[in-house]
């Protein structure tokens, strides 16, 4: 089993910065992807940004030049630096880590963005 725990969510005026932490413990091993996706209310949840653990990255076009996704393997943690936020961020973030023999969820944590 893998247990992640978030913080550093909360409310933010537009243009604002934030950054969310996650860290996992438990059955993490060495090769994996870890990632935030957010859900806002009435959308589908959808990826945010991931990194492997050769420290690949991928991004959602809409937040391309405006979030930074980073880790640290030796603390089994992962970042995501928020620059430039919009309203249009607000959501739940979740915090994701897939390995071959699962997929596990963090519990969540509120962006909110004010205009």
């Known amino acids: 089993q893998v247990q992640l725990v978030e913080s550093g969510g909360g409310l933010v005026q537009a243009g604002g910065s934030l950054r969310l932490s996650c860290a996992a413990s438990?059955?993490?091993?060495?090769?994996?992807?870890m990632g935030w996706y957010r859900q806002a209310p009435g959308k589908l949840r959808e990826l945010v940004a991931s990194?492997?653990?050769?420290?690949?990255?991928n991004y959602a076009d809409s937040v391309k030049g405006r979030f930074t996704i980073s880790r640290d393997n030796a603390k089994n943690t992962v970042y995501l630096q928020m620059n430039s936020l919009k309203p249009g961020d607000t959501a739940v973030y979740y915090c994701n880590l897939a390995h071959n023999f699962g997929s596990y969820w963090g519990q969540g944590t509120q962006v909110t963005v004010s205009s």
């Open positions: 438990g059955s993490t091993f060495s090769t994996n992807v």
């Open positions: 990194v492997t653990s050769g420290g690949s990255t």
